[in-house]
Every structure is written in structure tokens, then in C-alpha cells.
């Protein structure tokens, strides 16, 4: 089995998912507010179906999308991490940065911090050529995000090609980031690049 990442950022851990992640996890998913920009939420069936193969994803790669905690204060907040696209978008690499938190943990930075942590695990261990993230063009919380991270979105929107002609979120912004970009970016930021160098004293085997 591949090495399985884990690591900490100033105020996260990112990891392997465990057993009373599925349970908050389905909370989460049946909030109507975290998920007003996915087409529907999803009852405890889907969602354990959901957590079930990011977890063999996370087995089978040693990355994807990891569990998020805040240590000493909440066991499972989320997910933030990298993810193989599952349909085709106009990106290089069809790898995306994403995340899903639960709404009381919003505000916080926690996706941001989170997120800068995986593009560097994507970047540096995983030597990716670009890393992609989207949303539908009315969700600004999560553009916003995108924005933070340094990512620059394409002057062109794409379809989701998973949502019908009609549907009022198939239009998604697509932003991007690729290795050099991101370099760039951390040489200019300490604190990126010292969270590259954490991601790679992060790895465990699994």
C-alpha cells in the first residue's frame, strides 16, 4: 500500500478518515446551507456511500480528500484536499483543490488554510503540472477561497457536464494554479513554503 499523508497546518490536522467521521459527515450533507450549491443533500445513505471511497481513494492514492479536525476543540470539521475529477473539465492535470465544512466552522479561514496546505502537497510531493478548482458562478464564499489561494479563474465559465441544459448551477467558474505559479507564489510567502516543507515531513505509512 502507498504511503497515506497526514499533516498538520497552523490550526488543522488533515488525515485518513476514521469510523465516527461518517456520522458528521451525514450531518453535514443534509445541511441545506453547505450544500445550497450541489443540486440536492444527501440522506445518510449517499453520504456513507460518499465517505466510503474518499476513504478508499485515500487507501488506494495515500492522498485525495482528506478529514479535517481542529485539534482539542473538534474531532471532524470537513474535507479539504485533492481530488481526480470523475468527468471531463478543461484542465490540464484533472486534479481539483476542494472542500466541504460544516457551517458552524465557515468564516474562519479554516478552508483557506487547509487548501494552501494540499496545493503544496499537490505541488511539491506529488509534482502535479496544475491543480484546478470550480464552482457554480453564484457561489462567491467558495470563489472567494479560490481567490485567497492565489488561483486565477479562466475568463471563460464551462458547464458542469454532470447538471442538466437547464439547470440554474450547471454554469461554473473554473480557476487555476499551476507548479510554477505556485513557486512563485511561495517565494514570496514564507509561510507557503514552510507548510511545503511540513507536507513532507507529514507522511506516515498507512
Not at 494554479?177 to 513557486?183: I, N
Request: charged share 20%; with cysteine; glycine share 6%.
Amino acid at each position: 500500500m502507498p504511503r497515506i499523508i497526514e499533516f498538520n497546518t497552523e490550526r488543522l490536522r488533515l488525515r485518513q478518515w476514521q469510523t465516527p467521521d461518517w456520522e458528521a459527515f451525514a450531518a453535514l450533507n443534509a445541511d441545506p446551507d453547505v450544500m445550497a450549491f450541489f443540486p440536492h443533500t444527501l440522506d445518510r445513505t449517499t453520504s456513507d456511500a460518499v465517505a466510503n471511497r474518499i476513504y478508499a481513494e485515500l487507501t488506494q492514492r495515500g492522498w485525495g480528500l482528506w478529514a479535517v479536525e481542529i485539534p482539542r476543540v473538534a474531532p471532524f470539521i470537513g474535507f479539504v484536499g485533492l481530488n481526480i475529477s470523475g468527468y471531463e473539465i478543461p484542465c490540464v492535470s484533472g486534479i481539483e483543490v476542494g472542500w466541504r465544512l460544516a457551517k458552524q466552522f465557515w468564516g474562519k479561514g479554516y478552508a483557506t488554510e487547509a487548501a494552501s496546505a494540499a496545493l503544496a502537497v499537490g505541488f511539491t510531493q506529488l509534482q502535479l503540472p496544475e491543480i484546478v478548482s470550480f464552482a457554480a458562478l453564484e457561489n462567491r464564499r467558495s470563489r472567494a477561497v479560490m481567490e485567497r489561494l492565489g488561483m486565477k479563474c479562466d475568463e471563460e465559465c464551462f458547464e458542469h457536464p454532470l447538471l442538466p441544459n437547464e439547470h440554474p448551477l450547471r454554469k461554473h467558474a473554473l480557476y487555476r494554479m499551476d507548479r510554477l505559479a505556485w513557486m512563485r507564489r511561495a517565494a514570496c510567502q514564507p509561510a507557503a513554503a514552510s507548510t511545503a516543507k511540513l507536507q513532507q515531513l507529514g507522511s506516515h505509512a498507512g
